[in-house]
């Protein structure tokens, strides 16, 4: 699995609940070079934690080895989520007039793919804040928002409306470069605040985001190379 | 319930409206009883054709979300409490602390390998490990829990590999994740642990490497006793230098404001992208296993740009986006043959190993279905590459009926003069739902003489195997599907992998667990053909490092081969009747041994002169059997 960017609507909880032994779990922590018999599980070999390199593994509980509550989604995981719906809804916006403005079918392409790939980015963050019992931001194109790092200002978005033909592919191809190293100025502004971006759907999400973009990024640069000259 | 009913029947309208399946394939289709599975955690419906579910075992404990089973996130019960809120906790002591949601991906079943009579099971917690002496009664034999994911595992005498990505992976392999953005505690690469005690493996060694390590492939140098290799795929983020020396690419955490990146500017030549890692480990001492080279193999040959290959995007109108090669995602090693195929994102490369340390790339390719190259596997004979495409990164549902066909497919490529060329694509045949991620996944070869077959995991499309002898028309013999893991929201689940291994088929469930399988006879496989598989065996199998099979010479693999050529219609009967004779009187024991062993050689000269009038795969089929009877005559005394 490269990406994955999981789809986690949660219209139903599941019914199945695995009945779990009862009786409280000892924090047996016997070394590991002769597991005792655990008295803990109904059946099965001992759970097993290895240590850093060089030093002994011990036996765990269950309750200790399904203790994830450190690596749970934080606030600020919550924040980009919801921030990335609001900036991923500007891509939308600037993709959409390139079908009748934009001068080459090179950038009318790009901003169908563009297009396809941020909406379905943004149903994945919407269903992950909605399993989390969140706020879900809405994709409201006309919906002013606060500005997340690289979103075009009003004054460009206009800007951009006005265009025509080439003027509009330099412009485009210019503002969504300036719109998708915001999306990583996102990122890392994320992974640089205390235990953010751990949770693994989050994780995987964002990897993908920095890879997306990136390659995006490299793609429309060569693009506007490409350009003639005084259209750049 | 009549929308689970209707739903083929909707999806195989969409494909005729949007003409991606011909009317004869939807009628097929609609034949084909994996479509309209009913959904179900541990009750989903079930459709399997010449293959048997011998064995599954649900995952154990510690390795699922004992109130969210299948993986299911949690919906807290009451909204986070807000930020200012620390007063107010402590006048409430007493109130509970709300259950956490969700698992999300932190229980993942993933890739596995083989060692004797044991099954290494990887998983984004750890890996568990299954004792598979009679694999009808496959049972858990350890469970070490160490979360970082992917967990991708190899074994190789006492030392197990483990791949390892994740920012809140630890050294210590605690569950409490990393809360800080640079930090000595975190773990990402490969971990070594000695399984000498399998019911206790201790962590030996941590190889840290700059993008972790997303999968790694086993390399064992036939001329080198004390080392083996490991080729790491680091497909993340590159971790900031001030937590791993030497990493560059990273945005810089301390910023105030991260630096506007400029697409323009040239890639620097210190990157940690564009490369593998090479990991030497010595045997002796394993704890001093290290990263000897970063080769890059996506350089341009001639310029020297070590951003050389595919550079992202699509290849024309109505083409796919192809993924920038800037990484491998999974490397196959063939070192009897001195190859490995690389399966780099944008790219499908071919490298020559025979100095492992130092790979040098002899061929590349690209193919404009392909959005993501995933995977590898050679044929036996090393003169094939089957290349997996993973559109879509293996949780979308990508095997619709309105999905193109070649599109989340293999691709089949013969080697011809050390180059490689495109014959073909298989897809899983059967459309799948909404519910269901699935595109093509890992797999491994059957070992049937004569034939070029493989069974492969399509996550939630399922096992299929199939048969690519004929490289440009490959076609499925068996299969096994499980309906979606919930009728209404795609929860991840399915094969990771799907493998072949001394005479029984494992899966790989990500949601549910263990599966194991034995194969059926069928019109397209004889019960003589998995009888001379099953003699392929061997003693340790990680699938990344492929070892050449052969088969030894009896009267099963004889039968298998003329099982073939009878289906082919590439043996006259007469020949056929005499064949089948000659072997019945070498199993039955009776008669003179120096007159069966004229009949046997002059019967493989005769299928020798034979093959030269024949074409094709009965040729070398017919060649087969005469080397097969020839080696059950020197036999007989």
Redesign the interface.
Known sequence: ??????????????P???L?AAGTLSCATTG????TAPST?SD??????????????RQ?T?A??????????T?AD?RFMQGMIGHHAQALAMAEPASDRGGS?GVK?LAQ?IDLSQQ?EIRMMQEWLA????DVPSVDHSHSGMLM?GMLTPEQMAELLAARGADFDTLFLRFM??HH?GA??M???L?????A?????I??F???V??DQ?????????ML?DMPEEER | MTLQIARPVVLLLCASLLGGVSVSSAQSQQSDDRVGLAAGFRDAGVAARNIELVRTLAKPDGFFDPEAPAGRPRRPPVPDPPADAAADAEAQPAAPQPPAPGSGLSYTNTDFAFQGDHLFLGNYHGFNVYSIEDPTRAELAASIVCPGGQGDVSVYGNLLFMSVQDTRARLDCGVQGVAEPVSPERFRGVRIFDISDLRAPQQVAAVQTCRGSHTHTLIVDPDDDANVFLYNSGTSSVRPGQELAGCVGAPDPDAEESAEEDPDAPVDPNTSLFSIDVIQVPLAEPERSRIVSSPRVFANLETGDISGLWPGGDHGQGTQSSRETRQCHDITAYPEMGLAAGACSGNGILLDISDPVNPVRIDHVVDDAFAFWHSATFNNDGTKIVFTDEWGGGSRPRCRASDPKTWGANAIFDIVDGKMRFKGYYKLPAPQTEQENCVAHNGSLIPVPGRDIMVQGWYQGGLSIYDFSDSAHAVEIAYFDRGPVDANDLISGGYWSAYWYNGHVYGAEIARGLDVFRLLPSEHLSQNEIDAAALATANEVNVQHQQQVSWPDVPVVARAYMDQLERGHGIGMDRLTAVGDALDRVESGVGESTAMKADLDQLAADLQADSEEAFALNQSRLVLLAGTLSGIAAELR
């Not at chain 1, 200790?64 to 989604?73: K, P």
Request: charged share 20%; proline share 11%; hydrophobic share 45%.
């Open positions: 699995m490269y990406d994955p960017v999981v789809r986690i609507p949660s219209r139903s909880m599941v199945v609940a695995l779990l590991a070079s002769a597991p599980q099965g070999p001992p759970i097993i934690q290895p240590g850093a390199p060089g030093q002994p593994s765990i269950r200790e080895a399904t203790d994830l509550s450190a690596i749970e989604h606030a919550v079918d392409l793919r379905d399993a989390r019992g969140e790092p470069i300036q190293n990583l100025t990122v890392n502004d992974l640089a605040q205390p235990a971006g751990q949770e693994t759907t994780a995987a964002i990897a993908d920095v890879a990136r390659a995006e990024m490299d793609r429309m640069a060569a190379r």
